[in-house]
């Protein structure tokens, strides 16, 4: 069989997010028959890409300079012109100065948040060459790949003079809950959410709402994965003087660790009023946990019926539907299993089938 040589930038396998996209996408594609791989890594990507990919037909290119930099892109632009690849894949809006007629590209757009919601990027100027990078990704891409529809109707909203075609992928979370856990030393029950404080993640409501459960429900803690806000946290608790002690991070924890979170949890919230597709979710049900998500761009599309969708402005609702979990065991048990089949609906098999018929439709075209 003559397999398709795809050069696919993977040098951000070890960031958060878009790394899990990229690990779970070329741990699949290399135990494919029908593609060879060269991945442009750096270091620090290698070593996730080997520990976590259990790649044995990728070959790596190292790099040295930082995705987002002139020099990453010129870096990224001499090995794209010099491997001889049929086809490249960039996971992300980085792509080469220029395409090659022999080699066309295939770019993949997560999302376009800081263009939806300029909070999370404040600097005009940044925000100016964020956007100019997806402008150019998007005339430079033969196809363009998105693991949303709403991705896909941002573009077109944002970028109404782009002709590229779009196909949206889903992305997967199977291969997250089959790993062994670590079991948290938490000796309390807990809400749980990511710990992602920027502003179109919609903390504040559920600290609104834990402030409410509180009066009944006194050793239940709201806790957020990741490394602490400490100015974030001093503004919750200025608000909230006697949650103190109920809100609180986990740290700075691996996927071990994070298992673990997931498995003890009694609910996984997600009130984020912006994802491009939003994988924790998809995860925390992947172990069973009754879903809370707001109603609200791509989230709809990754919970489904595997969870209960809420207004992402009304803490009411949030209120009254994280009660009714806690009291109802029957009605608990029910998410519980909307969450399973949820889970098992996405697979890393389909998005690589997916992602090789793309491929194949863009490399038949430039014959």
């Given amino acids: 069989m003559s397999k398709i040589h795809i050069l696919v930038d993977a040098r951000m396998a070890d960031w958060s997010g878009v790394g899990r996209y990229e690990t ?32 044995s037909n990728t070959h790596f290119v190292e790099t040295e300079s930082h995705p987002f930099t002139p020099e990453g892109t010129r870096e990224l632009t001499q090995h794209y012109q010099s491997i001889g690849a049929d086809l490249m894949h960039c996971l992300q809006y980085c792509v080469p100065s220029k395409a090659l007629p022999d080699c066309p590209l295939v770019v993949t757009i997560h999302d376009l948040i800081p263009l939806i919601v300029t909070d999370t990027m404040s600097n005009p100027l940044k925000r100016w060459i964020y956007r100019w990078k997806n402008r150019h990704a998007l005339r430079t891409a033969s196809q363009v790949i998105v693991p949303s529809r709403s991705t896909a109707d941002d573009i077109k909203m944002l970028f109404p003079q782009a002709r590229v075609p779009v196909t949206v992928i889903p992305e997967a979370s199977d291969d997250f809950g089959t790993e062994p856990i670590v079991e948290p030393s938490t000796d309390f029950p807990y809400l749980l959410a990511m710990g992602n404080t920027r502003p179109h993640k919609n903390l504040e409501l559920l600290v609104d709402m834990i402030a409410r459960l509180h009066n009944k429900y006194t050793n239940l803690k709201l806790l957020l994965v990741g490394i602490e806000d400490t100015s974030w946290l001093f503004d919750q608790y200025k608000r909230y003087p006697e949650l103190k002690d109920t809100i609180r991070f986990t740290g ?91 889970s098992s609906q996405f697979s890393w098999v389909y998005v690589a089938e997916a992602t090789v018929e793309v491929y194949k439709h863009v490399l038949s075209a430039t014959l």
């Avoid at 494919?32 to 991945?39: G, I, K, S, W, Y």
């Avoid at 919230?269 to 109603?295: D, N, V």
Wanted: negative net charge; charged residues 25%.
């Fill in 24 to 55: 779970g996408l070329i741990r699949t594609l290399d135990a494919r028959e029908d593609v060879a791989l060269t991945a442009l890594v750096t270091q620090s990507s290698r070593s996730t890409l080997e520990e976590k990919g259990k790649l």
């Fill in 252 to 342: 700075p924890i691996d996927d071990a660790e994070l298992r673990g979170f997931y498995a003890r949890a009694l609910i996984f919230l997600c009130p984020s009023y912006y994802e491009g597709f939003g994988l924790p979710p998809l995860e925390a049900a992947a172990f069973g946990i009754p879903i809370l998500a707001a109603r609200a761009a791509s989230l709809p599309e990754v919970v489904g019926a595997g969870g209960s969708l809420l207004n992402a402005h009304d803490v009411d609702a949030w209120l009254n539907e994280s009660r009714r979990v806690l009291e109802d065991a029957d009605y608990a048990g029910e998410l519980r299993e909307r969450a399973f089949t949820r």
